[in-house]
């Protein structure tokens, strides 16, 4: 089964002073039709849920654990312990990311540009396929616990940051294409530990310990300013936002010639079929 998620970009030209100008607004749209099977579709869907239960079981663990080995964690306040507990799976994820990233970027020959014919910016694997899957299961996870104590948790950048992620990976993940892009964006979660483990080290009355200025001196080297004034994390969602944006626009640019191809493909063959609605579904 074959299906589109038609009609991301919708494009308007003006012309001003001789120059043509295309404006575009982004609707979502993802072409699929050799890349999903039902078998992937499965897998996908389970990597999906994998993410979401990890994030579920590190929570627990990390209020747990927590509690057994450190003695301020009971003095905490409610909203302290879940930001507490909602930093230990980001941390998490985090790590497995940035270490997933590192290794099919440069360690592995999946985007090696002799390891195969076929174009770098149209690979993927199975392993690659569920390290995006995970990571929109842990978007997932975190934007609904960002909503549910909104704003406890983080303000709207936050939000847009999670929301312009999971379009992006989603997209990669359904259409097979610009993994390669979408792992590097990931790879800038390693900066992710070192922020939670500052709030986490203020938050337990320890901001004057050496363990704080060596994981002060890694952000400021790893990303931005270790400042009191400036607040890292929202530093990185700004940026990485910026950085999602405008991979969702070079691959809705992308789609579209993809699309076309194959609407014009399917028009030779006699199929005049349009695709004008979110989900149009070929058997």
């Not at 209020?63 to 980001?90: D, P, Q, T, V």
């Amino acid at each position: 089964m074959h299906y589109v998620f038609d009609a991301v970009w919708h494009f308007q030209q003006v012309d001003w002073m001789g120059f043509t100008f295309y404006f575009g607004s982004l609707v979502g749209s993802v072409s699929s039709y050799d890349v999903a099977t039902p078998t992937k579709e499965i897998q996908w869907l389970g990597s999906v849920f994998t993410g979401i239960f990890f994030c579920v079981v590190v929570y627990r663990l990390t209020a747990i654990l927590s509690s057994l080995s450190f003695a301020g964690y009971g003095k905490l306040n409610r909203a302290e312990k879940i930001e507490w507990n909602n930093r230990g799976f980001s941390t998490v994820h985090a790590l497995f990311v940035s270490f997933a990233s590192f290794y099919f970027v440069v360690l592995s020959d999946l985007f090696k540009t002799d390891s195969q014919e076929e174009l770098v910016i149209n690979r993927s694997s199975t392993f690659s396929n569920s390290v995006l899957g995970i990571s929109i299961g842990y978007f997932l996870a975190d934007v609904a616990m960002i909503l549910w104590h909104f704003p406890a948790l983080g303000g709207l950048e936050y939000v847009l940051h999670h929301g312009l992620s999971m379009v992006s990976i989603i997209q990669s993940l359904l259409s097979g294409q610009a993994q390669i892009y979408i792992l590097m964006i990931l790879f800038s979660e390693s900066t992710t530990p070192f922020v939670n483990l500052r709030w986490h080290l203020d938050v337990a009355g320890l901001k004057n310990s050496k363990l704080y200025v060596w994981n002060g001196a890694a952000l400021f080297f790893g990303w931005s300013d270790d400042s009191d004034d400036n607040d890292p994390m929202k530093v990185e969602s700004v940026v990485n936002t910026m950085i999602v944006i405008t991979m969702t626009m070079v691959m809705g640019c992308g789609h579209i010639g993809s699309s076309e191809h194959n609407d014009v493909n399917n028009n030779d063959n006699g199929d005049n079929d349009n695709s004008n609605g979110l989900w149009s579904y070929r058997q």
